[in-house]
T-cell receptor
Framework: GDSVTQTEGLVTLTEGLPVMLNCTYQTIYSNPFLFWYVQHLNESPRLLLKSFTDNKRTEHQGFHATLHKSSSSFHLQKSSAQLSDSALYYCALSAAYQGGRALIFGTGTTVSVSP | GPKVLQIPSHQIIDMGQMVTLNCDPVSNHLYFYWYKQILGQQMEFLVNFYNGKVMEKSKLFKDQFSVERPDGSYFTLKIQPTALEDSAVYFC????????????FGEGSRLIVV
């Protein structure tokens, strides 16, 4: 079945340093949709950014990611972390744009930014 | 932005009792989802629902679980009977046209089974 792998469980860094969170996926479908959701403490997940176009960079709120189908990756990056970026980040996969396909989440990466 | 409302926000229930979690999805959305999150752990897919039918469910969606949306009202998750391992936060989500679209999540219903 479809799956998403996030290798880092916890990332701790100092404010102002760059952030990179890894995400790889597995699916038999050739046109998956990839997402990054962010969940702040005691809140619900909300969409950060998404993509379905191969090799095209997508950006939102200072974060960016590029879907690379050749390596089945969708890593999340930010050039300079802020304290408010501390949260749980999920990479997620949908194998179909419409229809009854579940959105599958990875295990999540907790980002902790300190002054 | 679009809001998904979940009722109740918290519930404590005795093991073996029935519980119904209610979700009021975004008004023009057609696809509905339930996810389970045990404290400190990942979001896990339970079930999705479209046009009055379950489209897909995971192995976590036990026989004791059921979902429905009678007459376009709340989208509900019912657990009967509850077990200790059902303690978790249950998130409802909805999307306009399936999970390739953005999912909008509610604030979650924290269920504690004692």
């Amino acid at each position: 079945g479809d799956s998403v792998t996030q290798t880092e469980g916890l990332v701790t860094l100092t404010e102002g340093l760059p952030v990179m969170l890894n995400c790889t996926y597995q699916t038999i479908y050739s046109n998956p949709f990839l997402f990054w959701y962010v969940q702040h403490l005691n809140e619900s997940p909300r969409l950060l950014l998404k993509s379905f176009t191969d090799n095209k960079r997508t950006e939102h709120q200072g974060f960016h990611a590029t879907l690379h189908k050749s390596s089945s990756s969708f890593h999340l990056q930010k050039s300079s972390a802020q304290l408010s970026d501390s949260a749980l980040y999920y990479c997620a996969l949908s194998a179909a744009y419409q229809g009854g396909r579940a959105l599958i989440f990875g295990t999540g990466t907790t980002v902790s930014v300190s002054p | 932005g679009p809001k998904v409302l979940q009722i109740p926000s918290h519930q404590i229930i005795d093991m073996g009792q029935m519980v119904t979690l209610n979700c009021d999805p975004v008004s023009n959305h057609l696809y509905f989802y339930w996810y389970k999150q045990i404290l400190g752990q990942q979001m896990e897919f339970l079930v999705n629902f479209y046009n009055g039918k379950v489209m897909e469910k995971s192995k976590l969606f036990k026989d004791q679980f059921s979902v429905e949306r009678p007459d376009g009202s709340y989208f509900t998750l019912k657990i009967q009977p509850t077990a200790l391992e059902d303690s978790a936060v249950y998130f409802c989500a909805s999307s306009r046209r399936g999970s390739g679209n953005t999912l909008y999540f509610g604030e979650g219903s924290r269920l504690i089974v004692v």
